[in-house]
């Protein structure tokens, strides 16, 4: 049952591979599972049918192991075949009646034994056993006699051993199987390989023999060579042999007898210009050239003539020989003219012979000789014909004239370009040259703009060629060095700015916004009309440095340090234009925000962390002033909101300064201070009641200080009279705190308050109100017994409002209200100097 199920699993995985249900590995897998168990039902003593049977299941699987690259497991399986034959022959010979029946079996056997023993050669060959390899295929070759169809197979087998082996380089081995091959194959000339199989195994023999060592074996290499062109006249024998020459250092005798032989039998056009080629490139230029003139005139009528020209007009360049190589391209332009066109191919290819040589010139600065080789290539195109190709033409011929300072011939040559190729930047290039060259500024910054609207196009394109956006990012890089060196500052900056938007390196991106900044910056200082214009432009380049700052970049060549090192240069440029700016305090603001915001990029050293502030509390300033004049209650509240922001910023960074050092005579925190204040005051902000609170209560707060918090609490649109109070409270007792009274400002505090507490024109009073006033009239006596230097208008000032309030009391019918602020009055009438007559 387990022999009938392994013998079904065979059958079903023949049939499935056949239907490629299965797969090579698959099929050597359910061959071997299956070959196994019929080896394991064997008995001691099986018939004749299980033998053959085990004989053709065991060799096929081992070549089913060798075929998927796994010789390692056919060997088991072929020695299974060998000794399962050795088994079969003695059955056979113990069941045979006599001499002939002997004969017939071992035939019979023989033909097994030959295949597993090929086998056996090809598994131990892939496993690089070479002996094994050699002493199989030497028992086959032995069986050859008595088996001689088998000559051809063994003989392949064998060229296949030799193509592997020389595929890796073991020319050694190579060359003993290709040897073996050959010898094999004309053992028996009915069953042998044919002529041209035989001759292609002579020839990987002597190439075999060549590569390895072609001084030590060229005679081996020459005989097997000569032998394949006997066996099969083919053109690579030929060519092989002259190759063969050629490496050995043979005469120009040997080597013509060579090549002879590639006329002699009218070998493809292919082959005689490679064998050309070969002789030139190894510098047997009297033999090549010759052989050359040759081909020429057996294929005179041939439409691929031209490449044999060609071929002879690229050597002759390759040896110096440029006189010779015109004589012919004229040739060519004679011939294209009167009948004898190129084909498409060869004329492309002449095409590009003439530019290289036109190149090579111009590299050297010769423009004249590379016009020379230009005007040949132009030859060959009609007049009127539009095509990219001569456009290029043109532009390279414009460039020559150019350095030749034949501005009207370039000129012609880049009409004649346009004309081919109208929306090409190269084009608008050559145009933008030339009107740089004879300073036409206007031509040349609306050539450079056509430039960029082409890069522009070029870059949104879907399709766009790898590299095509570097190409006009250089082509617009030489642009501005162009202008630059011809001193047209205004074309430069035109492609300074496309390659400060589109350039993805860093360096060169900074680098263009610096030479934007540089040439700029000398604009607004030599105060033009356009100096508004200009300064735009500077807050734009600055803002494009910030923005790239702040993109993440990759790549060793712009470091972190390097980023660094940009940044404190456009931060300290901002810092520089917002100083110079004092007159347009938008664009001062604007400038230190853009320092500050750079600045954000540096390390927070001492330095920076002052700059950072002062930045910040300058911006602060500038809104805040703005704020001051009449704008529209939406700007005005902006202008408020965002110096209450660069304040808030301003704070932190203050917080982490004042760590690094002594601060004591810095003004910031009273200006911090005043500028929340006026911010949060004419905000209405909620919070600023809360916000004073602190203010309240700091110890060394100054009278300025005061006497201006109480100043913005009434400019509108604030309105604090309370807190307006309160301050001027406060300072007029650090007035009287003080050894020296300052009486100036005393007076003005003290008029200050009273203004506020004693409103004009209002009659109807509290009693509460009046003598808080009264008390403020009482200050103002005391100071004013105690000096000289309380300035008489105030006093007259003082004389007045008293005696106007005693009047408005009287008005009312409060007649001892009245009487005691007239006398209030009368009291300051004393202390008046030069006026007191005039009021007594």
């Known amino acids: 049952q387990v022999e009938e199920g392994a013998i079904s699993l065979w059958n079903w995985a023949v049939t499935k591979h ?65 000794s399962s034959i050795e088994k079969l022959y003695v059955k056979l010979v113990e069941g045979s009646s006599g001499e002939a029946d002997i004969h017939v079996h071992k035939a019979d056997v023989e033909k097994n034994l030959f295949k597993v023993l090929s086998y056996q050669a090809e598994s131990v060959f892939a496993q690089g056993d070479f002996q094994k390899a050699v002493m199989c295929v030497q ?69 075999a023999y060549f ?70 490139e190894h510098g047997r230029e009297s033999v090549g ?97 539009i095509d990219q190709n001569l456009a290029k033409l043109q532009r390279n011929m414009a460039s020559c004239y150019l350095h030749l300072k034949q501005v009207d011939k370039a000129k012609e040559a880049v009409k004649e370009a346009e004309r081919c190729d109208p929306n090409n930047i190269f084009t608008k ?41 570097n190409m006009s990012t250089n082509l617009l890089s030489l642009a501005a060095q162009i202008a630059l060196e011809n001193e047209q500052q205004d074309v430069a900056i035109k492609a300074l700015e496309y390659l400060a938007e589109h350039l993805q390196d860093c360096r060169q991106l900074f680098a263009a916004l610096k030479c934007l900044v540089r040439l700029t910056l000398s604009k607004v200082v030599a105060e033009n009309e356009e100096k508004d214009e200009d300064i735009n432009s500077m807050l734009t380049y600055l803002t494009l440095a910030h923005k790239r700052l702040a993109e993440p970049f990759t790549g060793e060549k712009f470091t972190g340090d390097m980023k660094i090192l940009e940044a404190h240069w456009f931060r300290k440029v901002a810092w520089n234009l917002a100083v110079q700016l004092r007159g347009c305090p938008g664009k001062m603001r604007d400038f230190f925000l853009l320092s500050f915001k750079l600045s954000q990029f540096c390390p927070s050293d001492k330095a920076v962390l002052i700059a950072q502030k002062t930045c910040l509390l300058m911006a602060a300033a500038v809104d ?29 960074i203050w917080k982490v300064l004042k760590l690094t050092g002594d601060f004591a005579k810095d003004p910031t925190d009273t200006l911090l201070l005043l500028y929340e204040f006026e911010a949060r005051s004419k905000l209405n902000d909620p919070a600023l009641h809360n916000f004073m609170e602190s203010v ?44 020296v009274i300052d009486v100036e400002n005393f007076s003005k505090c003290l008029h200050s308050l009273i203004n506020l507490s004693l409103p004009t024109g209002l009659t109807d009073l509290d009693a509460c109100v009046l003598q808080e006033a009264w008390d403020y009239f009482e200050d103002g006596l005391s100071i004013i017994s ?24 009287h008005t009312i019918g409060k007649c001892r209200e009245a009487e005691q602020w007239c006398g209030l009055g009368m009291r300051f009438l004393s202390h008046l100097g030069s006026l007191k007559k005039t009021y007594e």
């Open 289 to 385: 050239f010759d052989f050359l003139k040759s081909v020429s005139e057996r294929f005179e009528s041939s439409p691929n003539h031209g490449r044999i020209t060609l071929l002879h007009i690229e050597f002759l360049l390759q040896s110096k020989r440029e006189l010779l190589a015109k004589q012919k391209v004229e040739e060519i332009i004679i011939g294209y003219y009167t009948g004898k066109q190129l084909l498409p191919e060869a004329l492309n290819q002449l095409h590009i012979i003439l530019w290289d040589m036109a190149a090579k010139h111009y590299e050297a600065k010769g423009y004249s000789e590379a016009l020379h080789w230009y005007n040949y290539s132009v030859s060959f195109y009609t007049p009127g014909q």
């Open 429 to 469: 290039f050559s145009i933008y040259k030339i009107a740089v060259m004879e300073k036409d500024t206007n031509k040349a910054v609306e050539a450079v703009i056509e430039m960029v609207k082409l890069a522009e196009k070029s870059s949104q394109r879907e399709d766009k060629l790898r590299g095509e956006e």
């Open 211 to 280: 590569e390895w060592d072609c001084n030590l074996y060229l005679d081996r290499a020459l005989k097997a060579v000569s032998l394949a062109n006997q066996e099969d006249l083919h053109p690579a024998g030929f060519f092989l042999k002259v190759k063969i020459l050629l490496k050995s250092g043979a005469s120009d005798e040997d080597i013509n007898s060579a090549v002879a032989e590639f006329l002699r039998h009218e070998m493809p056009l292919d082959f005689c210009l490679n064998a050309a080629k070969l002789l030139l």
């Open 18 to 82: 056949t239907s490629s249900v299965v797969n090579d590995e698959q099929k050597a897998k359910l061959r071997f599972v299956a070959c196994r168990l019929v080896c394991l039902c064997e008995g001691s003593d099986p018939p004749e049918a299980t033998i053959r049977r085990r004989i053709l299941m065991s060799m096929k699987t081992g070549k089913g192991w060798i075929d998927i690259g796994k010789p390692d497991l056919a060997d088991e399986f072929l020695e299974i075949a060998v």
């Open 696 to 739: 309240w209560e700091q110890p060394q707060i100054e009278v300025k200080t005061l006497e201006i918090i109480a100043s913005l609490a009434m400019e509108s649109p604030a309105r604090y009279p309370i807190l307006c109070k309160k301050a001027l409270k406060s300072a007029l007792n650090l007035h009287r705190k003080q050894s």
């Open 139 to 207: 028992r086959c070759k032995d069986m050859l006699m008595k088996l001689p169809k088998e000559t051809c197979y063994l003989s392949i087998l064998c060229y296949n051993f030799g193509v592997q082996t020389y595929e890796l380089k073991r020319y050694e081995q190579s060359s003993f199987w290709l040897s073996q091959s050959y010898d094999i194959g004309k053992m028996d000339m009915k069953y042998s390989l044919g002529k041209e199989m035989r001759a292609k195994v002579l020839r990987l023999l002597a190439t």
């Open 624 to 652: 805040l002033e703005m704020g001051r004049h009449p704008v529209p209650r939406s700007e005005q509240m902006e202008l408020l909101s965002q110096a209450l922001q660069h304040v808030q910023t301003c704070k932190e």
């Open 786 to 809: 105690s000096t000289d230097a309380y300035p008489e208008m105030e006093i007259l000032w003082l004389m007045t409002r008293a005696w106007n309030t005693g009047i408005f009391q």
